[in-house]
C-alpha cells in the first residue's frame, strides 16, 4: 500500500523555523523524485521545491530560495523540508507528491506539481506574530 505521510506542522513566529517530514512506503523511493507544494486559503498551487530520484539535484522556488532545504534519506524512506527564516506568507497546507521520473528536478517539478503519481494528505503551517 502507497504512503505518503507529512509530519512537522506547527505554527510559529516569522523569523521561526520548521522541519517538515515526509515518509513514504510501498514504492520503490529511489526511483522517483519528491517535491513539496503548498496551498493557501484562496491562492492557488504553488511548488515550493523538489529533489531528484537520485538526489542529485534540487529546486526551489523563487519565494524559497535560500530559505528552504530539501533533502532525502533513502534508507529511511524519508524527505525533508527544513524551513527557516519564516515569513507569514509561508502559511499554508504543505503537501508532499512523488512522481516515477528521473528528470533533473527543475525538470520534475511541474510533474510534480500537476501529474503526481502519490501524494499525502497535507500538513498544515502557519507562521504569525
Known amino acids: 500500500q502507497v504512503r505518503l505521510e507529512e509530519s512537522g506542522e506547527g505554527s510559529v513566529q516569522p523569523g521561526g523555523s520548521l522541519r517538515l517530514s515526509c515518509e513514504t512506503s510501498?514504492?520503490?523511493?529511489?526511483?522517483?523524485?519528491i517535491g513539496w507544494f503548498r496551498q493557501a486559503p484562496g491562492k492557488e498551487r504553488e511548488g515550493v521545491s523538489c529533489?531528484?530520484?537520485?538526489?542529485?539535484?534540487?529546486y526551489y522556488a523563487d519565494s524559497t530560495k535560500g530559505r528552504f532545504t530539501i533533502s532525502r534519506d533513502d534508507a529511511k524512506n524519508t524527505v525533508y523540508l527544513q524551513m527557516n527564516s519564516l515569513k507569514p506568507e509561508d502559511t499554508a497546507v504543505y503537501y508532499c507528491v512523488a512522481k516515477a521520473t528521473t528528470a533533473q528536478a527543475v525538470d520534475a517539478m511541474p510533474l510534480l506539481l500537476y501529474d503526481y503519481d502519490y501524494w499525502g494528505q497535507g500538513t498544515e503551517v502557519t507562521v504569525s506574530s
Open positions: 529533489i531528484s530520484s537520485s538526489g542529485g539535484s534540487t
Open positions: 510501498g514504492f520503490p523511493l529511489d526511483y522517483y523524485a
